[in-house]
């Protein structure tokens, strides 16, 4: 038996496999590791499949100097829009729209280290307002807050929380200088605590190494995570990694292949970047991701919903949300 098979037994005995097992994958065939990641997909997960849109609540001058951002202020690139946080009004137009289109979970996103008490007052009523009118899944991408900001968060009726490890703990110093790996980790500890789910994953094609990802969604593992998004890095004009050579298509199956032998039952979700692949993530979605982000990124296109929905009746997967969620 070869070592994808022998792994893949491994996991359908209940163990879990290390780090050292994970980086023996990077030798393996791939068509091999993809036929046997969809396999542990489907023992663990069935056909479903987790689709959720984002929208970019408030835009641009952002503090943090993450290299990969266009919103940075740091930089100059061809993203000059910038706006407060948008209004109840918006919000909620945009979360019906999506809920008519069979979206079942709406993120919002908001440029900046974190939101400050008064902002999260003000988006605490926009997502009621949006809990009242619909009833759409509600997440928030607010930067680094405290489990007391979480918990008023909770209570206005958002499920969970997305905060990006974006790198492993080695390689985020390269990435980011103006926070840090551990307040990333701190803030989905917070938010955990506080009751919410909670999404994080990385960026594919900072730099770093195949080790790198692997570590990164390891201390995932560790902790509790299971929505994780995969984003391929879109080298955006005017930023430190405008130069960064894209990941092939195979690249970036072998990560999901990977991530799924790692986190058998999670969602492994195809989020920024995924426009840049030829095949809109099909090939992914056949080697152990389960999840999307549809709609158009921050600050980049993306894919239709609704050319998303037939690709995924095609492949025979079901929208639903989560078996484990906890909302």
């Known amino acids: 038996m070869s070592l994808v098979s022998d792994l893949k037994e491994k996991i359908y005995s209940g163990e879990e496999i290390t780090r050292e097992d994970a980086i023996k994958l990077l030798e393996e065939p791939l068509e091999e590791l993809a036929n046997a990641a969809d396999e542990i997909r489907s023992k663990f997960c069935g056909n479903a ?14 503090s943090e100097d993450c290299k990969y951002c266009a919103q940075s202020a740091h930089y100059h690139t061809a993203c000059e829009e910038t ?11 945009q979360a019906k729209q999506n809920e008519e289109r069979g979206v079942l979970r709406y993120s919002i996103v908001t440029s900046g280290k ?20 619909t009833n759409i899944q509600v997440c928030v991408s607010f930067g680094l807050l405290n489990e007391e900001q979480f918990r008023k968060i909770k209570e206005a009726g958002a499920s969970r ?41 990385g960026i594919m094609g900072l730099g770093e190494t195949m080790e790198d990802r692997i570590d990164m969604v390891i201390d995932i593992r560790e902790l509790g995570v299971k ?39 999670g969602f492994i979700r195809l989020a ?11 090939k992914c979605f056949q080697s152990g991701a389960n999840a999307a982000i ?5 600050t980049t296109a993306g894919i239709t919903v609704e050319t998303d929905m037939k690709l995924l009746k095609d492949l025979n997967f079901e929208v639903r949300l989560e078996k484990n969620e906890a909302d």
Request: hydrophobic share 30%; glycine share 8%; net charge neutral.
């Open 49 to 62: 499949f987790d689709m959720c849109t984002i929208i970019n609540g408030k835009c641009g001058k952002c």
């Open 272 to 282: 920024g970047g995924r426009g840049i692949v030829g095949d809109r993530g099909e």
């Open 227 to 265: 929505s994780i998004p995969v984003n391929l890095l879109n080298p955006i004009p005017g930023t430190p990694y405008e130069k960064n050579r894209v990941l092939t298509n195979d690249e970036l199956c072998r990560i999901v292949a990977i991530y799924r032998f790692l986190i058998p039952d």
């Open 294 to 298: 549809s709609g158009d990124m921050l």
């Open 83 to 93: 706006y407060p946080l948008l209004s109840t009004e918006e919000l909620l137009e």
């Open 161 to 201: 929380v997305h905060c990006n490890l974006e790198a492993s703990k080695s390689f985020f110093p390269q990435v980011c200088t103006t926070h840090t790996y551990e307040e990333k980790v701190e803030t989905l500890k917070a938010a955990k605590r506080a009751g919410l789910s909670v999404c994080s994953g």
């Open 114 to 133: 974190r939101l400050s008490d008064k902002e999260i007052d003000q988006v605490c009523e926009s997502i009621r307002e949006i809990k009242r009118k």
